[in-house]
């Protein structure tokens, strides 16, 4: 079965570095991934996804993630990080052959000013 | 263009009461979808409809959850009664086709609490 893992429950950076969320996935086809940001009491913004093709793949808001099959890996980036990008990212797999997403339990990132 | 929209935002019922959810999805969209999202966990699939028809209910627990789609545009949730375990936030989202390489587009949720 298809299952996507966030190992990171939360994580804590300063403003103005740099930052790495980690996804696993375990699919046995090509997947496709998606990141999505979630603010408080706000529902889920769609940041960036992977169907094929460039495995570096473009975001909103300056979010970059790379798809990495030898590693099973959608990894989330982003080179400086603003105090308004605190909030909880999920990392996501559609599964060929159905509709659903499977999403990740999430992380959440806190900013220190 | 206008997002998905819920109403209402916040919902608190004591346990054994009933409760409904409703949701207009983007203009257009043909898919939508139901998802329950546990505090510190993902949302979770409930149920997808394709215009008014079921795509995916096999998450939904059938004995007290229920979901409709009339016309192929807005949609309710309902639980009857409610548990403890169902206090979890609400979302709703929709997409223009609903195959798994279509974007889905999120609506606020509906938080419920069940006392």
């Known amino acids: 079965a298809q299952s996507v893992t966030q190992p990171d429950i939360h994580i804590t950076v300063s403003e103005g570095a740099s930052l790495e969320l980690r996804c696993n996935y375990s699919y046995g086809a090509t997947p496709y991934l998606f990141w999505y940001v979630q603010s408080p009491g706000q529902g889920l913004q769609l940041l960036l996804k992977y169907f094929s093709g460039d495995t570096l793949v473009q975001g909103i808001k300056g979010f970059e993630a790379e798809f990495k099959r030898s590693q099973s890996s959608f990894n989330l980036r982003k080179p400086s990080v603003h105090w308004s990008d605190a909030a909880e990212y999920f990392c996501a797999v559609g599964a060929s052959g159905t509709y659903k997403y499977i999403f990740g339990t999430g992380t959440r990132l806190k900013v220190l000013a | 263009e206008a997002g998905v929209a819920q109403s209402p935002r916040y919902k608190i019922i004591e346990k054994r009461q009933s409760v409904a959810f409703w949701c207009n999805p983007i203009s257009g969209h043909a898919t939508l979808y139901w998802y329950q999202q546990i505090l510190g966990q993902g949302p979770k699939l409930l149920i997808q409809?394709?215009?008014?028809?079921?795509?995916?209910d096999s998450q939904l627990p059938k004995d007290r959850f229920s979901a409709e789609r009339l016309k192929g545009v807005d949609s309710t949730l309902k639980i009857q009664p409610a548990k403890l375990e169902d206090s979890a936030v609400y979302l709703c989202?929709?997409?223009?086709?609903?195959?798994?390489?279509?974007?889905?587009?999120f609506g606020p949720g509906t938080r419920l609490t069940v006392l």
């Open positions: 409809f394709q215009n008014n028809g079921v795509v995916d």
């Open positions: 989202a929709s997409s223009s086709r609903g195959g798994n390489t279509d974007t889905q587009y």
